[in-house]
């Protein structure tokens, strides 16, 4: 059977990681797909660029409607990145009547239901296992893998830049800007770094694990992100200390009132298995009434690991080719007719213990006026340091770890705290999960 001619637009990390990972592995390929699958039309901004990938035989322009308007392509790759031009792209492949893979999740995240909607109505697929934890194939295990589950919670490193950051700050005690131009030298890091480190990058892929495990609509712009650029050197150390790690963590749980959808710094206990997935490795836990907890690891970033889910959903692609629109695979997960209305609930109304870390005076009474304000909001103390002064210092650092409350009364609490007069500066805060299977 003749090959499936296949268009890219884009050839930078991820492209040139599909181009050699096809190149490669195609034989492998071919036996799985049934077809051989042929890049024979690429676009890239600079064509005069060096590439990590041999073009021979590729067909190459600057134009990329040119790749998606070319009537002998049947797939279009986008692997550009953004959510103007690509977005474009895509819904003109799909108008084209191409089916499209991506990698793109600030694209599927912000724009994803409109473009399920016209794949639909064009009965073409668009397969986006790549979007989310880099080479772990977490779309496939939720959407496929756990379809017999009611899921209750995800939990997830799903940003690759930020836990490698982390891990070299808490390893070597390297310094945060250093550690951020290394991964994006390494090809990890978006093309707006700010995506990694303030946790957007991973509130998109948090906003699509939702929506496939739990059947409702893409919704980045309830989502809660907080990123890790606040995060110092001695929080990482004293989390340590307490037998805790810090991580980025994307949450998402579904409760009778809502589903928290939430990325922030997360202290976890550190005999946890997820506490421990280091530098540029992604994991993502699921729960499922019926399974239990699940553990999904792998590398999150870099071109052949997130080559490899590109290459993955192109075979699905091609096996499905043939298959008539409405007995494949729903985008989300669930049909199209049955997603749900469940609200995404504020952040005020998320209930963690926390972890308060503040400078106090080194004066008789300091401590009293915190816990008492912490007391008149109903929050319980589980732990409490206080660090001897450095000659220098006339201030203490107080560190607290709290039991569970709701984010409304320690927001109260730390307002309050944050007036005393003993009190110097900001009190820093980091919500504290021990993911346990409940
Ligand atoms: P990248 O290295 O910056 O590559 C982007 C490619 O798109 C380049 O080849 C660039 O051309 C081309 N391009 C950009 N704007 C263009 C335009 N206006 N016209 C024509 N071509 C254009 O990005 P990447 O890291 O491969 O990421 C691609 C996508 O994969 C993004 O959506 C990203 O979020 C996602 N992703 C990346 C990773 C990762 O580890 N890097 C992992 C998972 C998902 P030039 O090369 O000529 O500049
Ligand atoms: N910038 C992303 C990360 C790429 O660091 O995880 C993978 O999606």
Redesign the pocket.
Known sequence: MKPVNVGL?????????TVNVLKRNGKEIARRAGRGIEITHA?????K?A?ICDTQGIKLT???QDVVDDPNVEIIV?????TT??HEMVLRAINNGKHVV??????IAKHGNEIFAAATRKGVMVAFE??VA?GIPIIKAIREGLAGNHIQWAAGIIN?TSNFILTEMRDKGRDFADVLAEAQQL?????DPT?DIEGI?AGHKLTIIASIAFGIPLQFEAMYTEGISKITRDDVAYAEELGYRIKLLGITKRLEKGVELRVHPTMIPERRLIANVDGVMNAVLVNGDAVGPTLYYGA????E??AS?VVADLVDVVRALTSDSENRVPHLAFQAGALSDLPILSIDDVETAYYLRMQALDKPGVLADITRILADQQISIEAIIQKEPTPAMQSVSVIMLTHKVQERRMNAAIQRIEALGSINGAVTRIRVESLGSK
């Open positions: 637009l884009g050839l930078g990390t991820v492209g040139g990681g676009s890239a901004r600079d064509l660029k590439r600057s134009k990329p986008e692997l550009m990145g953004g031009l690509a991506t990698a793109n999740k600030a694209l790549a979007a880099g690759g090809g990890y890091a978006e093309a995506f990058d999150g970033a870099g071109a690991p997130t889910a």
